[in-house]
């Protein structure tokens, strides 16, 4: 009986052909590539903390909030700020031990100096209370016996955002020309501290 034999291949085994990438996949590929870089390069400029920040010397931030002790808002450049009068913005809340401590003499003090008239009685000075409910807000503000307008921050927009501050109490005291003449961070002001800081900033002559 004659034997079969199967023929030995002759040459390596033929692999499948290479599919090309139809031209619609490159096309999407290459969009999404650029979509991702502009993206990138958008929320890197548009990244609030490549600002620099409020330092002395430079210009005071602008912000508007809910006036809590009147009516509508309050605004900066506005309610006696920015608008040729050295101006003094307070950060407190009623959350924060040193506030209670630091707000209620300072009322008091500016109290004073607007009854007695005078340069001092012309330095306007405007509150921001953070991180409170409107209920602890106007409360505080009462009890501490504020009088002057203060705006109202409950998610930190403004004090950190605007300032980058972390915590209160904080002061920041302003030229009459709107540039920043001192900052305080989370010291207790005295009212004698106060008025020195406030004089530093009253234009001469006046």
């Known amino acids: 009986m004659a034997s079969t034999e199967i023929p030995a291949p002759s040459g390596p085994p033929e692999e499948p052909p290479v599919r090309k990438p139809r031209k619609v996949f490159l096309l999407v590929g290459v ?13 890197l400029g548009n990244n609030p903390k490549t600002d620099p920040a409020p330092h002395v010397g ?24 920015g608008g040729g009068s050295p101006a003094v913005l307070l950060f407190f809340g009623k959350w924060c031990p040193q506030c209670h401590l630091e707000l209620p003499p300072l009322a008091k003090a500016i109290r004073e ?15 921001v209370d953070s991180e409170d409910t409107v209920a602890n807000a106007k409360s505080f ?34 030229k009459a020309d709107g540039k920043i003449a001192r900052i305080v961070r989370g010291n207790v ?10 004089r530093e900033i009253i234009p001469s002559g006046t």
């Open 189 to 198: 002001l005295t009212p004698a501290a106060f008025t020195a800081d406030e």
């Open 113 to 127: 100096q607007q009854a007695a008239g005078g340069a001092l009685s012309r330095v306007r000075i405007v509150g």
């Open 141 to 174: 503000i009462k009890s501490s016996g504020v009088d002057f307008p203060v705006a109202y921050d409950p998610n930190l927009g403004v004090t950190e955002g605007d300032f980058y501050f972390e915590g209160d109490p904080d002061a920041v005291f302003v």
């Open 31 to 43: 969009i999404v590539a650029v979509a991702l870089g502009i993206g990138l390069f958008t929320n």
């Open 58 to 81: 430079g210009t005071l931030p602008t912000f508007s909030g809910t006036y809590l002790n009147g009516h509508g808002s309050v605004d900066v450049p506005g309610n006696g700020v």
